[in-house]
């Protein structure tokens, strides 16, 4: 099998005689084979059957263990002009990525098969869609993609239709740390990764193509690529609404995208469903408003920490059909990870016998899950919508255990931006020995913007324009922490209440308190209902430290200065505005 794209045979043509694979597979997308590539690695060990009878069709993958998580150190953004790239990517110049990448591949795959993945980021028939080939040697890359992407012969045929897809070249070469690179050339729309068979390393069309690449492309067409989850909201009255989210790690990301309401808003009739739990494409449409599509057709979540208590959602959606990885196994071959339930596991992510006297976790911390997004229970056929769902409200939020309240609103674009890009967590003392270091990760998207953060400003700023009906911006945190250590709200389903208060300001029907941070809320117009917060809660919550905001804004200016000249006025303009407001 070939192509009907005449420069997809010649680029398919040229790997394969750099590479010297044994095979050449041209990947359709079927079940027949699927069933085939699983078959396969269950022979040769690649993945290992699961309890049939609680996880039917689902399997264990073991990576190495020097091969466990995205390597940030060793991705690359490959532009001609360093400057481009930014300080907030490693650059290399694109002749010196190629010609090192070029040496590391020659004859890479002999022995092995050449797959050619092509697939669809977004749904096959929208607008708003991209796709991309993989060329890769690994089937657990193969069966990922099938799950994570619209991959196989419909993604092909657009592909030939457009005539034009990102190119990604990917080999598990020998998994020695000191050969893996990942190197992006979003000027060419390239994608080249060695040495590493871990997801985002691995999986091309996740993190490599769906941001560092696609967000380049994005701004050269006029839309976003971002790290948001998309969730929607329908009130009882029937109204749908529709928020992305950008979080940083361990904030919560995924629970909220599958939050379950509070028994009373159940009862009222209100309903939660998913589009997305980490990546959205927005365009503007014809009437102004930001359409919004995932363009992931999978979860590939984090295993540790998820149960019926933290994201029940996420639970049931992988009872069935799942790719785990690295996780620890029970005595009836069934996958387990810290925080799932109170059982020993008796095998852990290495394939050893559990020690639990040991102090080491079970299931790798990184460890995951791979499945349908359309075996999540909240997951909404709007996820296949080729326009795309309206987005009513863009939240921002950070882990912060002081200073920053529960929720406050933007008062335009301009300082929704700011908010965005100030964003960041605190750090904690086992993580790093200091409590309270601020990480600014701007819009979460540190370690996935493939261009200067400087330019990525300036383009979210120019979607404010004449005839732009463009969402509020929101900024949340769910870890503010009282005097004495513990959480002040209880966060997981509880904050479909602060949901609801932003919709509100959305339609216009509250108001707030109006301060230099924001728009913060009026207590009383936050369904409280059933919560015991107490004076030190309701004040920490819902009030904000002039002194503390003062300082935060100063530390603020002086991080946007870090981008130099190509930082955009109107936002440095900002910083001070507020700054000077809180002096």
Request: hydrophobic share 40%.
């Amino acid at each position: 099998m070939t192509s009907q794209l005449p420069a997809l045979n010649q680029w398919v043509a040229e790997i394969a005689q750099l590479t010297q694979p044994d095979h050449i597979h041209w990947c359709d997308g079927s079940d027949a084979e699927n069933t085939q590539l699983i078959e396969q690695m269950l022979a040769d060990g690649t993945l290992l059957k699961l309890n049939e009878s609680t996880h039917p069709e689902s399997y264990l993958h073991r990576s190495h263990p020097d091969d466990v998580a995205r390597v940030e150190h060793l991705t690359f953004v490959c532009t001609t002009e360093r400057e481009d790239a930014g300080p907030n990517n490693h650059w290399m110049a694109p002749d010196e990525a190629r010609a090192k990448m070029r040496a590391l591949f020659a004859g890479c795959m002999k022995g092995r098969t050449l797959y050619v993945v092509p697939y669809c980021m977004g749904p096959i028939d929208s607008p708003l869609s991209r796709c991309g080939v993989e060329i890769t040697d690994s089937p657990y890359v193969v069966a990922n993609m099938r799950i994570m992407t619209r991959m196989g012969q419909a993604a092909l045929a657009r592909i030939e239709r457009e005539g034009q897809f990102v190119k990604g070249l990917h080999s598990t070469g020998d998994l020695n740390p000191e050969r893996r690179f990942i190197m992006h050339f979003p000027e060419s729309l390239e994608i080249q990764s060695f040495g590493s068979g871990y997801g985002g390393n691995a999986l091309l069309g996740k993190k490599c193509h769906a941001l560092r690449i696609a967000s380049h492309q994005a701004r050269s067409e006029g839309w976003l690529a971002e790290h948001m989850l998309i969730l929607g909201i329908e009130n009882p009255q029937g109204e749908k609404h529709y928020i992305a989210a950008a979080f940083p790690s361990a904030c919560g990301k995924t629970n909220l995208a599958m939050l379950i309401p509070p028994e009373g808003y159940v009862r009222e009739g209100w309903k939660i469903t998913t589009i997305g739990d980490d990546i959205c494409w927005m365009r503007p449409g014809k009437d102004g408003r930001l359409y919004a599509i995932n363009p992931e057709a999978g979860f590939f979540g984090v295993a540790p920490g998820t149960s019926a208590k933290s994201n029940p959602n996420a639970l049931a959606s992988i009872q069935r059909n799942t790719i785990f990885t690295n996780v620890a196994v029970t005595d009836d071959n069934q996958p387990w990870w810290e925080g799932l339930d109170a059982r020993v596991p008796v095998t852990d992510w290495k394939g050893n016998p559990f020690n639990a006297e040991a102090g080491t976790p079970a299931a790798h911390p990184n460890s995951r899950f791979t499945v349908s997004a359309k075996q999540c229970p909240s997951y909404s056929p709007e996820a296949e919508a080729p326009q795309g769902v309206p987005i009513s409200a863009i939240v921002f939020g950070g882990r912060r255990a002081s200073l920053v309240p529960l929720v406050f609103e933007a008062r335009d674009w301009t300082h929704g931006v700011l908010i965005g890009a100030a964003m960041g967590s605190e750090t904690t003392a086992a993580a790093t020995g200091a409590v309270g270091v601020m990480r600014r990760d701007p819009m979460a998207m540190k370690p996935f913007c493939g261009y200067n953060f400087a330019d990525y400003f300036t383009h979210w700023l120019s979607f404010d324009k004449a005839g732009a009906k463009l969402p509020k911006i929101f900024h949340v945190n769910w870890f503010r922490k009282g005097d004495g250590g513990d959480f002040l709200w209880p966060g997981f389903g509880d904050n479909m209440r602060v949901l609801e208060w932003m919709l509100k300001r959305v339609a216009g029907s509250v108001g707030s308190q109006e301060t230099p941070i924001g728009h913060l809320p009026n207590p009383a117009d936050i369904n409280l209902d059933g919560l015991e917060l107490g004076d030190e809660a309701m004040q920490k919550l819902f009030d904000y430290d002039r002194a503390g905001w003062a300082a935060e804004f100063a530390s603020i200016g002086e991080y946007l200065e870090e981008y130099g000249p190509r930082m955009p006025e109107a936002l440095k303009a900002e910083q001070q505005r507020i700054h000077e407001a809180l002096s």
